[in-house]
């Protein structure tokens, strides 16, 4: 419980400092940069660590095969991971010549130490985000009226014409190969859809349908900060500590704070996504989208960079659309 409270009073604190002092175009932006600049220093230190070019002694990189870096366990560098993959390439979209470079860089960086984490949620969030993002670039340089004489404008014109044609064509071949695809996803996993995969798989479910009954034997208002489960015995970690979490936002939110928190959190990741949207601030928005996904199976809110994505996109979207709006209206 203690542990939850420092937590939300910590991201609270980043929240409002960052909403309450950093400007779109000046003091953000360069946070922006020195941030991933950071991030690509802490990346590099964690792949020495890996491969033993560099050694410290209380840090071990690796859980078993998965990478770790210096974080307690994978799924928070994942968590990482799919924050700094988009972000980067927000910032390779809207950067110039060598900061581009520098921003394409940290992307497929970042995305390569995701996948050594075998998060199978980064995985899923990451095969969603992509076509999300193509989709998001086509209608931006079908509708953007500065593409409308470009060479991106005729592409995506040209994409759009042969979309349903090339899908019809493709649709045997599809059929054909299914079972292939199948193999493919799962080998792509922690555990190459093996036993681990399903027994994680009953593990978590057996902790949401606690999580639920929990909610809702508490009038669906919550039981307050900290965990609320039982171990289950699907457990064998002796240094699991009692009770345990449901390992998802909604629901773990749902027994701390109920129903109205679990409004307040779909809300603001909803409003945050649809202003982006509106914005056409596609990266941003896949961003968003990627945190929705990795809430489904991860208790994501006490992480400060979660927070820290989440205004981000509140103080550019705003500031994207007061622009957009001020532009029109001139």
């Known amino acids: 419980m203690l542990h939850d409270i420092f937590a939300y009073l910590l991201v609270a604190a980043v929240t409002c400092l960052v909403a309450a002092t950093m400007k ?15 991030w690509m220093i802490a990346m590099a230190a964690q792949f020495a660590l890996g491969w033993n070019y560099l050694n410290i002694s209380s840090v071990n990189p690796w859980y078993w095969d998965r990478f770790r870096g210096w974080s307690e366990n994978p799924n928070q560098l994942a968590i990482y ?3 700094f993959t988009p972000l980067s390439l927000h910032m390779a979209l809207t950067a110039k ?5 520098v921003a394409v860089l940290s992307c497929i960086a970042t995305f390569v130490v995701g996948r050594l984490t075998k998060s199978d949620t980064f995985l899923i969030s990451m095969s969603l985000s992509i076509p999300l993002l193509l989709a998001l670039r086509l209608r931006s340089w079908l509708t953007s ?3 409308r004489r470009s060479l991106r404008f005729a592409a995506a014109t040209l994409v759009m014409v042969a979309m349903v044609p090339l899908s019809l064509s493709l649709l045997p071949y599809a059929a054909a190969t299914a079972n292939d695809v199948e193999g493919l996803a799962a080998g792509m996993m922690k555990d190459r859809g093996g036993e681990g995969t399903k ?10 349908q606690d999580a639920l009954h929990a909610g809702l034997e ?6 307050g900060p900290g965990p609320h489960l039982e171990k289950p015995t699907g457990i064998t970690d002796k240094g699991v500590a009692l009770p345990v979490e449901a390992h998802s936002t909604i629901l773990d939110v749902f027994t701390q704070a109920g129903l109205p928190g679990v409004i307040v959190i779909f809300s603001l990741l909803a409003g945050t996504l649809a202003v982006l949207l509106r914005a056409r601030l596609d990266a941003l928005s896949v961003l968003i989208f990627a945190l929705a996904v990795f809430s489904i199976s991860h208790f994501i809110l006490r992480h400060p960079t979660v927070w820290f994505a989440v205004t ?3 103080i550019l979207g705003f500031d994207r659309r007061s622009w957009a709006h001020a532009r029109t209206k001139g």
């Open 312 to 314: 981000l996109g509140l």
């Open 97 to 101: 010549r060598f900061g581009r470079l």
């Open 218 to 223: 508490s009038g669906s208002l919550g039981l």
């Open 81 to 83: 991971c799919a924050v």
């Open 145 to 147: 009226p500065e593409h």
């Open 24 to 38: 779109p175009e000046g003091a953000l932006r360069q946070s922006l940069w020195f941030l991933i600049g950071f």
């Open 199 to 208: 027994a994680t798989a009953n593990l978590r479910l057996s902790l949401w």
